[in-house]
């Protein structure tokens, strides 16, 4: 079965940076769509960014220029550079696969104190 698992989330001042990971098994990311999602307390879940399997990348409108999505397709592992971070950054990111998103991870926390 795919799993997806996400690290690198933390406690980060505004200005920060933070690179997550999240590594796939039981599918081949290379030949799929992936995004990164966020949700904030009392919010709905939100793209922050998107990676076609030809390597096309969309991001919201809030992260553009900060945040970078990238693979690794030898190590099966997608990633989100996330530079000069903000407060409301603040939120639990996910990674997923395919798009409409058919799986999902756990998720990993980001906080950004101001």
């Known amino acids: 079965q795919v799993q997806l698992v996400e690290s690198g989330g933390g406690l980060v001042q505004a200005g920060g940076s933070l690179r997550l990971s999240c590594a796939a098994s039981?599918?081949?990311?290379?030949?799929?769509?992936m995004g990164w999602y966020r949700q904030a307390p009392g919010k709905q879940r939100e793209l922050v960014a998107q990676s076609s399997s030809a390597g096309a990348t969309i991001y919201a409108d809030s992260v553009k220029g900060r945040f970078t999505i990238s693979r690794d397709n030898g190590k099966n592992t997608l990633y989100l550079q996330m530079n000069s971070l903000k407060p409301e950054d603040t939120a639990v990111y996910y990674c997923?696969?395919?798009?409409?998103?058919?799986?999902w991870g756990q998720g990993t926390q980001v906080t950004v104190s101001s």
């Open positions: 997923a696969q395919y798009f409409p998103p058919r799986y």
């Open positions: 039981g599918s081949i990311i290379s030949f799929t769509f």
